[in-house]
């Protein structure tokens, strides 16, 4: 196997591992998005080769969408939740989608499944709140980011 692949498969297996960690669910795994990435050579030739991962924008997982369930999104942007108190149903599946330009976290307050890593510009954070009361969580990295989910 020459460098240039070994490099690319290294980077490929990367990405992957890093975007199923950042849209997994710490309660009920739902797959965000897919996972492969294309790698694209930045310079050839000459004595070192850069590859940069083309990773897609995840999208909400139809299978949990046909279960019934339905979606809520939560934007991040500006270093704020919006909106920052939602009403949803039991069962209802919440999406945080970070459209900064700075990687944000879902973290509860208390030990209420919400656990997200960091979450990078476009990509997504998937819970499903199955059971009914009020979960409170704020961005790790900025903890002035506050937000609430009001299941009943």
């Given at each position: 196997?020459?460098?240039?692949?070994?490099?690319?498969?290294?980077?490929?297996?990367?990405?992957?591992?890093?975007?199923?960690?950042?849209?997994?669910?710490?309660?009920?795994?739902?797959?965000?998005?897919?996972?492969?990435?294309?790698?694209?050579?930045?310079?050839?030739?000459?004595?070192?080769?850069?590859?940069?991962?083309?990773?897609?924008?995840?999208?909400?997982?139809?299978?949990?969408?046909?279960?019934?369930?339905?979606?809520?999104?939560?934007?991040?942007?500006?270093?704020?939740?919006?909106?920052?108190?939602?009403?949803v149903k039991a069962g209802t599946v919440v999406q945080w989608l970070?459209?900064?330009?700075?990687?944000?976290?879902?973290?509860?307050?208390?030990?209420?499944?919400?656990?997200?890593?960091?979450?990078?510009?476009?990509?997504?954070?998937?819970?499903?709140?199955?059971?009914?009361?009020?979960?409170?969580?704020?961005?790790?990295?900025?903890?002035?980011?506050?937000?609430?989910?009001?299941?009943?």
């Amino acid at each position: 196997m020459t460098f240039r692949r070994s490099l690319s498969l290294s980077l490929s297996i990367l990405a992957t591992t890093c975007l199923l960690a950042s849209c997994s669910s710490s309660q009920q795994p739902v797959k965000t998005g897919t996972t492969s990435s294309s790698l694209s050579s930045v310079k050839k030739g000459g004595t070192k080769n850069v590859a940069k991962a083309n990773v897609p924008k995840p999208v909400p997982a139809p299978a949990v969408l046909k279960q019934g369930k339905k979606l809520q999104i939560i934007v991040m942007k500006n270093s704020t939740f919006s909106p920052s108190t939602v009403t949803v149903k039991a069962g209802t599946v919440v999406q945080w989608l970070n459209k900064d330009s700075i990687p944000h976290t879902v973290t509860g307050d208390t030990a209420n499944g919400l656990a997200s890593l960091r979450i990078a510009k476009g990509h997504t954070y998937t819970h499903v709140f199955a059971d009914i009361g009020t979960f409170t969580y704020h961005c790790s990295i900025h903890p002035t980011m506050k937000g609430k989910v009001i299941v009943k």
